[in-house]
């Protein structure tokens, strides 16, 4: 997973990279399931090439109807990921920060095949 941004991360003096993505459409079935969505985590920190730290953390939030989804929660080694899904619109709100470089855009890509998103908006930034 080795292009342009993992480049210059690499090249430069940054501490960390981190990136949002939030998807719309994704399948609701997957994002209400925990196995999946336990799953789901470690197949991205295995796509990521970076190794998990401890077990995923998964709560059900949102005191009202239109708030409510899991979030999960993955430490990684290099730092972690962090999901909040809304069972109501089936969107996803992703972050994944890291001291190690990876791709925002391929990670993007990943998600929206991974949780059969319609689209994403995402924006990323080096950090240090």
């Not at 292009?3 to 994704?26: H, P, Q, R, V």
């Not at 990684?76 to 001291?99: M, R």
């Not at 391929?106 to 929206?112: D, G, K, P, R």
Request: net charge negative.
């Amino acid at each position: 997973m080795s292009t342009m941004i993992t480049e210059d991360f690499n090249a430069g003096k940054y501490w960390g990279l981190s990136t949002t993505i939030d998807l719309i459409e994704c399948d609701r079935e997957k994002i209400q399931d925990p196995d999946w969505l336990r799953d789901w985590v470690l197949d991205l920190v295995e796509f990521l090439d970076m190794e998990p730290h401890g077990e995923p953390v998964m709560d059900i939030f949102g005191n009202e109807e239109h708030l409510k989804g899991y979030t999960v929660m993955q430490m990684i080694k290099t730092s972690s990921i962090t999901a909040h899904f809304c069972n109501a619109t089936g969107e996803a709100y992703i972050d994944v920060f890291s001291c190690k470089g990876y791709e925002p855009e391929q990670v993007a890509e990943y998600l929206t095949a991974s949780l059969d998103a319609g689209d994403y908006k995402m924006s990323w930034q080096f950090r240090g």
